[in-house]
T-cell receptor, first 114, second 110 residues
Framework: DTGVSQDPRHKITKRGQNVTFRCDPISEHNRLYWYRQTLGQGPEFLTYFQNEAQLEKSRLLSDRFSAERPKGSFSTLEIQRTEQGDSAMYLC????????????FGPGTRLTVT | GENVEQHPSTLSVQEGDSAVIKCTYSDSASNYFPWYKQELGKRPQLIIDIRSNVGEKKDQRIAVTLNKTAKHFSLHITETQPEDSAVYFCAASKGYDMRFGAGTRLTVKP
C-alpha cells in the first residue's frame, strides 16, 4: 500500500491517560500535516513538518500535545493527560514540495476518551 | 487568520440534477483552493483544485470557479449520480496553512 497509513485506527482511553498515534506518509513526501476532525466539521490544522522540522503549530495544540518526526519519515502525535474534549478523529496528511500542493490524507485515528 | 465559510450545510438533489456548493474566504493572500470528498468512515480525497491565477477549472462532471475579488469559490457537479453522495469540504490555503470549511452533506436521490 503506497498511501498514507495511520496506526491505530481506533483508540479508547480513560481520561488522564497518555496516547500516541503514528503516521507513515507516502515515502517520497517531505511534508507532513496533522489535523483534528470532530463530527460535522472540517479538518482543523494542528501542526506541520517539512522533513524533520516542525514549522508550525496551531493554537489548538496545547502543551498537552506534542508531535515529532525524528528522521523526516514517520511522525507521532502524543496527547498527555487526555480530556474528554480530545475525543475526535486525528488525520495525518502528506504532500511533496513542488508544483502540486495536493495533500493526501490517511484513514485517521479515532480517539474516544471516556 | 483565514476563515472559510461553506454553504449549504446539507444539499439534496435528484439524480441527474446539478449541485452547487459555495465557499467564501477571508485572507486575500490565500492562493490555492482544493475541494475534498469524504465518504462515510473514509479519508478525505481531493476531487479538484484551483489556484488563484485561474478563474475556472473543469474535470468531466466537476467544475470549480474562483472569484478573487469577491473572495469566493464554488463547486459545480453536473449530472449527479448516487455515488456522488458524500460530504464535500472546500479549503483555502497559503503555503502549508490550509483551512477547511465545515462541509456540505450532499445526498443524490435515485
Amino acid at each position: 500500500d503506497t498511501g498514507v497509513s495511520q496506526d491505530p485506527r481506533h483508540k479508547i482511553t480513560k481520561r488522564g491517560q497518555n496516547v500516541t498515534f503514528r503516521c507513515d506518509p507516502i515515502s517520497e513526501h517531505n511534508r507532513l500535516y496533522w489535523y483534528r476532525q470532530t463530527l460535522g466539521q472540517g479538518p482543523e490544522f494542528l501542526t506541520y513538518f517539512q522533513n524533520e522540522a516542525q514549522l508550525e503549530k496551531s493554537r489548538l495544540l496545547s502543551d498537552r500535545f506534542s508531535a515529532e518526526r525524528p528522521k523526516g519519515s514517520f511522525s507521532t502525535l502524543e496527547i498527555q493527560r487526555t480530556e474528554q474534549g480530545d475525543s475526535a478523529m486525528y488525520l495525518c496528511a502528506s504532500s511533496q514540495s513542488g508544483s502540486s500542493r495536493e495533500q493526501y490524507f490517511g484513514p485517521g485515528t479515532r480517539l474516544t476518551v471516556t | 487568520g483565514e476563515n472559510v465559510e461553506q454553504h449549504p450545510s446539507t444539499l439534496s438533489v435528484q439524480e441527474g440534477d446539478s449541485a452547487v456548493i459555495k465557499c467564501t474566504y477571508s485572507d486575500s493572500a490565500s492562493n490555492y483552493f482544493p475541494w475534498y470528498k469524504q465518504e462515510l468512515g473514509k479519508r478525505p480525497q481531493l476531487i479538484i483544485d484551483i489556484r488563484s491565477n485561474v478563474g475556472e477549472k473543469k474535470d468531466q462532471r466537476i467544475a470549480v470557479t474562483l472569484n478573487k475579488t469577491a473572495k469566493h469559490f464554488s463547486l459545480h457537479i453536473t449530472e449527479t449520480q448516487p455515488e456522488d453522495s458524500a460530504v464535500y469540504f472546500c479549503a483555502a490555503s497559503k503555503g502549508y496553512d490550509m483551512r477547511f470549511g465545515a462541509g456540505t452533506r450532499l445526498t443524490v436521490k435515485p
